[in-house]
């Protein structure tokens, strides 16, 4: 049973480009959760999905980032418009509902704008 | 809102015990979760508390009491390969989306 797969591990993107990042669940969990870890930093939410659904986005900058999970295909967060402090770690987890316990997360994509 | 506090670094010799302090503010929660990551590595889940007291996973022990907003991670016979970074988090009950909200970390280097 394959783990979260996040790719791609490392992308290097120039200023203005667009960064995506791709996430696919463990089998059978049906909830996504993105997070981002700056360097010697914990982890912070961006945003959490269902299928076909953003249930909550609060740690989503308002600008130039999106996410979404289709019924068919991994998750998606986009970063358009790249800039520096974009760089760092992207987490991606999943959980198979908002069972109590804990995540199973991915091995990340180290994003680097140059 | 959530926030956890956790101290930066922590240091012990191979062998010994250390214990990482967790301590948060919360509006409600499930439970207290660990989660370990070494260098440029994922997080990897640990334990989870959903009650007071203390759970035990082999060298593990995670220890939670709600009434004082306080818990902790317990590694007995240190090796060095549990140099890590080590995270609590909590689980949002608020709202629906069960999100965790983690704290800064504590860094553990253990020395020979």
């Known amino acids: 049973n394959a783990g979260v797969m996040q790719n791609p591990r490392h992308l290097v993107r120039r200023r203005g480009q667009e960064a995506r990042l791709r996430c696919s669940p463990m089998?059978?969990?049906?909830?996504v959760y993105w997070y981002r870890q700056l360097p010697e930093e914990g982890l912070k939410f961006m945003v959490y999905?269902?299928?076909?659904?953003?249930?909550?986005e609060s740690g989503m900058p308002k600008e130039r980032f999106s996410a979404e999970f289709p019924k068919e295909g991994p998750s998606i967060l986009r970063i358009q418009q790249v800039v520096r402090g974009d760089s760092a770690a992207y987490f991606c987890a999943s959980s198979p509902g908002t069972a109590q316990y804990g995540y199973t997360f991915g091995s990340g994509t180290r994003l680097t704008v140059v | 809102g959530q926030s956890l506090e956790q101290p930066s670094e922590v240091t012990a010799v191979e062998g010994a015990i250390v214990q990482m302090n967790c301590t948060y503010q919360t509006s409600g929660f499930y439970g207290l979760s660990w989660y370990q990551q070494h260098d440029g590595g994922a997080p990897t889940f640990l334990s989870y508390n959903a009650l007071d007291g203390l759970e035990e996973t082999g060298r593990f022990s995670s220890f939670l009491s709600r009434s004082d907003s306080y818990g902790y991670l317990l590694l007995q016979e240190l090796q060095m390969k549990d140099s890590a970074s080590y995270f609590c988090?909590?689980?949002?009950?608020?709202?629906?989306?069960?999100?965790?909200?983690f704290g800064d970390g504590t860094t553990l280097t253990v020395k020979p």
């Open positions: 999905l269902q299928k076909e659904n953003i249930i909550d």
């Open positions: 089998k059978g969990h049906s909830h």
């Open positions: 988090a909590v689980r949002d009950r608020n709202t629906n989306a069960g999100k965790s909200t």
